[in-house]
């Protein structure tokens, strides 16, 4: 078992089965694939698929693939690091393809993803930082704040309380 597992924002899916994008491995465990792209919000997806696991992404090696959606991908980069298991994990802008809707369902069950795992979690959209336990703010290559959103907020005249009004001015009054 590798200790971290990482969820880039610029991924690449293969033209293998779906399974076998999962466990990103020659050969893989059926039950924890499914299990993990189910946890992803693959779920339904998944069910679908007259192949399941078999199905292939992609044409190039089966007249059968299936394109995906960027969502879809991006549930299965984080299926893949679901599927790794590590004791680490590093979330690299892991909804930026998702809809508002779907980046709602994974951040609303963000814990039961991550489980009894420490994860690092990089992101410029500040609404998805408020289940985090601990925020670090960084401006210009510096550590200027720290805390847990409750406190950051408050602090009016900090960078995270300024980046969060910036953004949400275009929710609030719409």
């Given amino acids: ?27 893989y465990d059926a039950e924890l694939a499914e299990e993990s792209l189910i946890l992803a919000g693959m779920g339904s997806k998944l069910n679908n698929l007259t192949g399941g696991l078999h199905t292939f992404l992609h044409k190039d090696f ?11 991908a991006q549930k ?16 690299d802008e892991p909804t930026a393809a998702l809809d508002p809707i779907a980046e709602f369902e994974i ?15 990089v992101s ?11 925020i670090a703010v960084f401006h210009e290559g510096c550590l200027v704040q720290r805390g847990s959103h409750d406190e950051l907020i408050t602090k009016r005249d900090g960078k995270y309380a300024e980046l969060w009004h910036a953004q949400a001015q275009y929710y609030v009054g719409a």
């Fill in 1 to 27: 078992m590798g200790v971290f597992s990482v969820v880039f924002q610029d991924f690449k899916l293969y033209s293998f089965s779906l399974g076998h994008n999962v466990a990103a491995s020659e050969s």
């Fill in 62 to 72: 089966s007249d059968d693939g299936i394109e995906i959606s960027g969502g879809e």
């Fill in 76 to 91: 299965v980069a984080l299926a893949r690091a679901l599927y790794k298991n590590a004791p680490f994990v590093i979330l």
């Fill in 107 to 121: 951040y609303s069950r963000f814990n039961e993803l991550i489980s009894n795992k420490t994860a690092i979690f």
């Fill in 124 to 134: 410029h959209r500040l609404s998805s930082c408020k289940f985090c336990h601990d």
